[in-house]
């Protein structure tokens, strides 16, 4: 069983920057793929950016250039560097992992549905 514990939400101006965390519980190492969702109130969940074991990342369309994903296992800690923030990027932000992930399609890569843990999320709010 896994736990995951995210840290790092805050409330920044425009083009600001944060930088979110996941704490793992458990063993890290086998898990195939480790990432950030996001979800506002009445919106279904969305993948924001995920990472595999071997370091292949899939960043979501709408944070490409602007976020970048990374991983820890020695530390069991998932990263988020969060850069040139805007107000559209205000969510609730989670974590998420799984140990059984079989596809490389990015669509399903950044599916919720793909991923069995997940944290209780961090608030970003983004002001302009």
């Known amino acids: 069983q896994v736990q995951l514990v995210e840290s790092g939400g805050g409330s920044v101006q425009a083009g600001g920057s944060l930088r979110l965390s996941c704490l793992a519980s458990g063993d890290m190492s086998s898990s195939n793929c480790w990432g950030w969702f996001r979800q506002v109130p009445g919106e279904e969940r969305e993948g924001v950016a995920v990472i595999s074991n071997d370091g292949r990342t899939t960043i979501a369309d709408s944070v490409s250039g602007r976020f970048t994903i990374s991983r820890d296992n020695d530390k069991k800690t998932l990263y988020l560097q969060m850069n040139d923030l805007k107000p559209e990027d205000t969510a609730m932000y989670y974590c998420?992992?799984?140990?059984?992930?079989?596809?490389?399609?990015?669509?399903?890569?950044?599916?919720?549905?793909?991923?069995?843990?997940w944290g209780q999320g961090t608030q970003v709010t983004v002001s302009s």
């Open positions: 998420a992992a799984d140990f059984n992930v079989q596809t490389d399609k990015s669509w399903l890569l950044l599916h919720p549905r793909t991923y069995s843990y």
